[in-house]
């Protein structure tokens, strides 16, 4: 009986027999929510470590070190008590409960001529090819992105800055494309951004960043204002799956919900299926309240190849981190037939 609960799109990844899960509840029905919300949210509070104002915008990945028991690790948006924006490891056993650095990550310098960052936020985490890398939005003559790798997630190893300022939203791709690395990245200016678009950028070496793409902009509805990658993309048969989030701007603000794009698999600036409605947007408390009203962003996803389950790590009104559940099969499904 095992097909039954097989993914009949093949996603190329790693078996994660035990990624936090809780089954769609029977109150929610396929056609109204693709993807239901942890009965438990929000799973990592704003105060966890010593000084936090807020933990959001995070990113886990399946990690096995050396201390028995611990099977996720992730880097952690932690905004301090001065809202000083900073970046921190942490571990977990189950991936729903954290246990998170009262210390950002101390950076040890490839080239001692790096800039050092005046803040850093909004990390994103995945394995490649022999280690972890890790990208967020750096502070260094207003945001650009930052890069990092490590192998253990206690020493980490600061790599040139790939993107100059202003850019934010980098993620990585798992391989590489043909020859090179590559990265979904989205320009900005050093506010707040009015505009911006998801670009698609490739390099030989994590230094060098070139062959620059357009890959989507906003183009109305609740991705009217801007767009932007989020989780790192997902390979499977039916193309890239990449969630991304997209902002309207209403009376009161921007507003940030979230949806999944299918991308080709060569060509991964070119869409395949990108539709228009929102999966997730700002509906429960948590996601309506807090220092930033409104805002559901994607950093991170687990991924179990055999089953197709995925769990989305999001951070909920720039306060604390929430995740949602779904299936590859059925999101794909969903975004072919909705279609713009
Ligand atoms: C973006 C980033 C995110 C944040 C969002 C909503 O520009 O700063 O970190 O979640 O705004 O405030």
Known sequence: MLYLIMSKYIINGSSLPDIPWE??????????????RYSKNPIIPRDLTLRSNSIFNSAVVPFKGQEAGF?????????????????HAGKSKDGINWVIEDE???FIKTDPE???????????VIFIEDRYYIIWCNGYCGPCLGMAYTYDFEKFYQMENPMMPYNRNGALFPRKIGKNYAMYS?????GHTPFGDIWYSESPDFIYWGKHRHVMSPNGGWQSTKVGAGPCPIETTEGWLVFYHGVLTSCNGFV???????????????VIA?????????REIYELAGDVPNVTFPVASLVDKDTGKV???????????GLVFGKIDEIIDWVKKNKM
């Open 23 to 36: 089954d769609r509840p029977s109150s929610s029905d396929l056609e109204k929510d693709l993807m239901w």
């Open 71 to 87: 099977r996720y690790a992730g880097v952690f948006r932690c905004d301090d008590t001065a809202r000083h924006m900073d970046i």
């Open 104 to 106: 950002p990550i101390k």
């Open 114 to 124: 790096l800039p050092d960052s005046d803040y850093k936020y909004d990390p994103r």
């Open 186 to 190: 989205r320009p900005s200016d050093s």
């Open 256 to 270: 940030y919900a979230f949806s999944a794009a299918l991308m080709d698999i060569d060509k991964p600036w070119k």
């Open 274 to 282: 990108r539709p228009r409605p929102y999966i997730i947007n700002p």
């Open 311 to 321: 769990a989305i790590y999001y951070g909920c009104a720039d306060t604390v981190t």
